[in-house]
């Protein structure tokens, strides 16, 4: 165990767990994200790190089948079946109900349904896209010409704990600065030691940013091999990610024909990864629906406007040369040809030099205590809503009059995020560390969003190439 990892036990007694790749070895062959596995760890573990593994195996065959059969046998025999799972809600106008689909147990939506008891009973989380829940099944049997149908009996959202954010600034008070970058990378399931330095422990972290920060537009550009999918597709329930394939204004934004809104009404941020092969029906509508979304977090479609705090996260690969830096000086000659666009570009906010960061590696593997990634995920959500941070930099960050406003906003935007990951226990100027703020928050903001405005100019030479002043008051 190391030094941080003794630590974290220490200041989060109840929180944290203690990564052991023998204990994880019981999800193998489930394609469980990190967060699911950590909830049923600390479940069934002692405060040595000894796991219950017939505990934790008899749960996985109850309420996680890894064979499909399984659930649609159980409920044609009539037992009541209880899942923690995941699940997609589906609005069915035409046929005046609330459907339900989940692919992970063959369950499809026509022949799922969601009663009206339940749907008004949790309004609040049965809208329509993906869940993370505790669900009761039971099967209704054809009744005449009436088919028999699988109905969601209860339902349970999967929020295991309940977090007070004064405890967690409470803890972090416990902890330097240096230190805690390496609790944040732990919480990512990263073994701090396996990176060369801080400028690379921070590169990585800035993935993060999304996650705690409403309507921030990123694009990172990295080698294959560096976990681009798997910090995005395993650390959050609140979050989705988009690896190519087809997308359309109807799945992102609003679909016309059932009346719905699209993924990003409903999650924190969404992916898009390996975004060379992703296609866009209709470029020009996406294009613009993308412009005037990432500009003011609203679309409008027909007559419907679309409201969201969602924010977005490009990703795709780079060409570098032999001393890992990218080939061509124009790092979005690979984009789709719709985000070649300096005018759409402009309106994300920062950039991630992926070739700075490693590629995964077995030293990488976190073998310590850390936070558990399902706390750690509510805790990035809840940060999302705290206003204390946006007040903070806006009173200590100046900028000269004829300042762009989207380049003041965009390092605003990324400076709270950075002061939402690594300063959570400062929330007014006085506690405020002023050299620390400039050096983790506004100098890495003002970089980010420095080679977005630089990539802009180099496709578009009306767009200025140099960052206006801004600095600490």
Known sequence: MSEIGQKIKQVFPDIAILKDQDNYSVFNGRNLPSFVKDFL????IDTEGNLNKEAIFDFLDKHIPDDNNVVKNRLYRQEQ???????IIITDIKGGKIRFAIPDAG???????IPEYIVRQYKEDLIDGEKWGVIKLIYIPPIGKEKGYIELADYKAFRPYKVDLQYFRDCRRQFTTEEWIDVLLSAMEY???SFSGTTQKLEFLTRLLIFVEPRLNMIELAPKGTGKSYVFGNLSKYGWLISGGKVSRAKLFYDKTRQQPGIMKNYDFVTFDEIQTIIFQDPPEMQAILKSYLEAGTATVDNYKFLSECSTMLMGNIELTSANLPRHNKYFVHLPESFRESALLDRFHGFIEGWFLPRLNKSMILKDWTLNVEYFSEVLHLLRTSPEYSMLVNEVVYSEEKSDLRDLKAVQRIATAYSKLLFPHITSVEELNKDEFKLYCLDPAIRRRGIIKEQCHRIDEEFKEHMPVIRIK
């Open 41 to 44: 760890i600390r479940k069934h």
């Open 81 to 87: 079946v209880q899942l923690l799972t995941r699940f």
């Open 107 to 113: 369950i499809k939506s026509n022949e799922a349904i």
């Open 191 to 193: 073994n701090p030691s």
